[in-house]
């Protein structure tokens, strides 16, 4: 974490009540990590996922509708998966954009709310504390910190 996200997470951690009354101790920072790695349960906690496998993106497919695509439309799609192997990364603009446009109108609907449904999940606290934007399910937010936190970075937070 830069200095800055580690002094987001030490003020933080000393404005709310659950985690300021954890005992200065390592286990106290281990049980800070353990509430900070939980989901964020709530109607502002949602983030685009940084990248979505191939597989899960092609089972989101409506079949009829990836039938009726156009063959411009399939090799589009072909050449997508060409240049990204590792997957897609649902977190940039244009990549949603891509995929609306192919399944644009009525007749990708379907593949857009599957589609849409795989690309966003519920942010972590920690996530959630560094994500920007709203965070809600009609613009959910984009995370700058991903993954989960450890309790060694929870200690140096704390004695900021």
């Given at each position: 974490?830069?200095?800055?996200?580690?002094?987001?997470?030490?003020?933080?951690?000393?404005?709310?009540?659950?985690?300021?009354?954890?005992?200065?101790?390592?286990?106290?920072?281990?049980?800070?990590?353990?509430?900070?790695?939980?989901?964020?349960?709530?109607?502002?906690?949602?983030?685009?996922?940084?990248?979505?496998?191939?597989?899960?993106?092609?089972?989101?497919?409506?079949?009829?509708?990836?039938?009726?695509?156009?063959?411009?439309?399939?090799?589009?799609?072909?050449?997508?998966?060409?240049?990204?192997?590792?997957?897609?990364?649902?977190?940039?603009?244009?990549?949603?954009?891509?995929?609306?446009?192919?399944?644009?109108?009525?007749?990708?609907?379907?593949?857009?709310?599957?589609?849409?449904?795989?690309?966003?999940?519920?942010?972590?606290?920690?996530?959630?504390?560094?994500?920007?934007?709203?965070?809600?399910?009609?613009?959910p937010a984009t995370l700058t910190y991903e993954g989960a936190i450890d309790f060694p970075t929870v200690q140096e937070a704390r004695h900021l």
């Amino acid at each position: 974490m830069t200095p800055a996200q580690l002094q987001i997470l030490h003020d933080y951690i000393l404005a709310s009540p659950d985690l300021a009354s954890q005992p200065m101790t390592s286990d106290g920072a281990y049980e800070i990590a353990r509430l900070l790695n939980l989901s964020a349960l709530g109607p502002t906690n949602i983030v685009w996922r940084s990248l979505v496998s191939l597989n899960i993106v092609a089972t989101a497919y409506d079949p009829a509708e990836l039938d009726a695509l156009s063959p411009t439309e399939r090799a589009r799609l072909q050449t997508l998966a060409m240049y990204m192997p590792a997957g897609v990364q649902p977190a940039v603009p244009n990549v949603r954009d891509f995929f609306n446009n192919i399944f644009a109108g009525a007749g990708g609907a379907d593949t857009r709310a599957a589609l849409r449904g795989t690309w966003e999940r519920i942010a972590t606290r920690v996530e959630r504390l560094y994500a920007v934007g709203a965070g809600t399910s009609a613009d959910p937010a984009t995370l700058t910190y991903e993954g989960a936190i450890d309790f060694p970075t929870v200690q140096e937070a704390r004695h900021l």
